[in-house]
């Protein structure tokens, strides 16, 4: 009777040890990007950067010429130079390592974010004074939230050891622009909204 149960408790004990063991090998299979986007093919972050990075500059632009603050200025213009620098960059990997900005079909159709950027860049234009800063600022607060989850997925999982050195490389300038993005804005729209649901550190 008494074998009969140490038996039984060895053999349980086993179980357990076995089911403990198969789930952390699970677990460590489970890639963390760090980020809440999902992380996207090595071609698709070029697409999707190299748009973004044009946005950026053109909306940078308008906002250098449009803007009412000293500080939104100022902000635009180094978003102009920011990120001229790393669409050049981006763009020599892309074209070295085989990736066409455009998407692998060329003239792909605009995403839902370069839809909205191109939508944001039109309502601009029609903007003016401090009311062309407050929409300004919530456009760079959103849109550096969006690339720097974006950056951080390709940072995490990229399959190009020279795009996700790039992107790695990018992440803390992508981190300082939302930082001062949300300290321009938060007199401009309120704390709340100038956080823009900012991803976790």
Request: with cysteine; proline share 3%; net charge negative.
């Amino acid at each position: 009777m008494s074998i009969h149960i140490r038996v039984t408790t060895a053999a349980a004990f086993c179980a357990l040890v076995l089911a403990f063991c198969g789930s952390a090998s699970q677990a460590q299979t489970t890639v963390t990007t760090g980020a809440d986007t999902p992380a996207i093919s090595d071609a698709k972050f070029v697409e999707e950067a190299t748009a973004a990075g044009m946005a950026e500059v053109e909306a940078g632009k308008l906002a250098a010429s449009k803007a009412d603050g000293s500080d939104v200025k100022a902000f635009a213009e180094s978003m102009v130079r920011d990120h001229e620098k790393a669409n050049a960059e981006l763009l020599r990997i892309a074209e070295e390592q085989g990736f066409p900005p455009g998407g692998s079909k060329g003239g792909t159709p605009l995403s839902a974010e370069q839809a909205a950027a191109r939508q944001q860049e039109s309502n601009l234009s029609n903007l003016s004074g401090q009311e062309f800063d407050r929409e300004y600022m919530a456009g760079q607060v959103k849109s550096h939230v969006e690339a720097v989850r974006l950056y951080e997925a390709q940072a995490a999982v990229s399959e190009d050891d020279r795009l996700r050195a790039f992107a790695t490389q990018q992440l803390p300038v992508l981190r300082q622009h939302l930082e001062k993005a949300q300290s321009i804005a938060e007199p401009l729209l309120g704390n709340e909204t100038a956080s823009g649901g900012s991803p976790k550190q």
